[in-house]
């Protein structure tokens, strides 16, 4: 079952579960969609696979199968640049 994480990986952006701009890739690094075409220039910081974007659990199933709560926050030089802005 997918964690649907709570944020972007590079920038801390709000991901809710029902977001379209969440994209992932096949370990479940979670980015929205402007860095992951931006300043990871499509290819995963950490594993270096492709995106494709979140599924969208239904909100029905979301109180019995939860999305994470714990944030994960890149140390990559590029995205630690893109949280201080």
Do not use: Q
């Not at 801390?12 to 992932?24: F, G, K, N, Y």
């Not at 979670?30 to 492709?50: H, I, K, Q, S, Y």
């Not at 979140?54 to 944030?71: F, H, M, Q, T």
């Amino acid at each position: 079952m997918l964690a649907l994480r709570p944020n972007c990986e590079c920038c801390d952006r709000d991901l809710p579960p029902e977001s379209p701009l969440a994209v992932i890739c096949s370990f479940e690094c979670t980015f929205c969609r402007d860095c992951a075409a931006g300043v990871l220039e499509g290819a995963c910081p950490n594993c270096g696979g492709n995106f494709s974007p979140r599924p969208i659990r239904p909100a029905r199933l979301l109180e019995k199968y939860p999305p994470s709560s714990s944030r994960v926050v890149s140390d990559k030089p590029g995205c630690a640049l893109k949280r201080m802005a």
